[in-house]
């Protein structure tokens, strides 16, 4: 009777350590889910955060990528159109001046030449050796084709010369620079016409003052613009201009 009252007694004993030992393992896999499921919420939202930023990165990195591939598209279109302007203006100016009436005299291309009366004209002059348009110049230049507007019918007769200095040949080609800086400028500024160019070059042949000066010198580095007209409105009175300091 004991020797069951003490089985009973051991298997209640043992019953009661597994009751604890499963009560303690429940407790510790609560407290141990409890302490754990807020740092596995916020390491997903780590997680999420970071995976966003990386695609927001991406995106961004793409939006740049393709502005920096329109600019350069851009850039690269603006320079190509650039340079055509830059072909078309250097062919329309080679074509004008192709189109310019070079000569020897005035009288030799222009019929009835007697029928035209001179209306204005305008001298300019340029420095040693040069033949680029001054500040000057263009002034004068431009005093000078305000008259162009008012006469229907006329012609321009520019004359390029030097100073006696240097080869005669080499003049001649300089007389001809000079005329064509001025030709080019009224043409491009005022719209007028190749047509009515006549360009004479004449290098040292014809002074207008004597070269034994400075000041005589720096008179024959010009080039004179004639403006000429076959219509009634040649009737008024010449009118001339000049740039009076020499270059």
Do not use: W
Not at 63 to 80: K, L, P
Not at 107 to 123: G, H, Q, R
Not at 170 to 194: E, H, I, K, M, W
Not at 210 to 221: E, H, L, V, Y
């Amino acid at each position: 009777m004991k020797a069951d009252i003490f089985r009973s007694l051991r298997a209640f004993s043992a019953l009661g350590a597994v009751s604890m030992l499963l009560v303690t393992g429940c407790s510790t896999k609560n407290y141990v889910r409890k302490q754990t499921t807020p740092i596995i919420q916020h390491t997903n939202e780590l997680d999420d955060a970071t995976a966003k930023n990386n695609r927001n990165i991406k995106d961004v990195d793409q939006r740049a990528q393709q502005g920096i591939t329109q600019a350069q598209s851009s850039a690269e279109t603006a320079g190509q159109k650039a340079t055509q302007a830059g072909q078309s203006a250097t062919q329309a100016q080679s074509s004008a001046q192709e189109a310019v009436t070079r000569a020897d005299s005035l009288a030799s291309v222009v019929k009835n030449l007697d029928n035209y009366k001179s209306i204005s004209d305008v001298s300019v002059t340029f420095g040693f050796d040069k033949a680029v348009l001054t500040k000057a110049d263009k002034a004068e230049l431009d005093k000078f084709a305000t008259r162009l507007g008012d006469v229907k019918s006329y012609i321009l007769e520019v004359t390029g010369g030097t100073d006696s200095t240097g080869d005669a040949q080499y003049n001649y080609g300089l007389s001809q620079r000079r005329a064509d800086a001025v030709v080019q400028y009224l043409a491009a500024t005022y719209n007028v016409a190749p047509h009515r160019f006549y360009l004479i070059g004449i290098g040292k042949d014809q002074e207008v003052a004597p070269n034994t000066t400075a000041a005589g010198r720096a008179k024959n580095r010009r080039v004179l613009v004639q403006l000429l007209s076959n219509t009634a409105d040649a009737s008024a009175a010449p009118q001339t201009g000049s740039v009076s300091q020499p270059k």
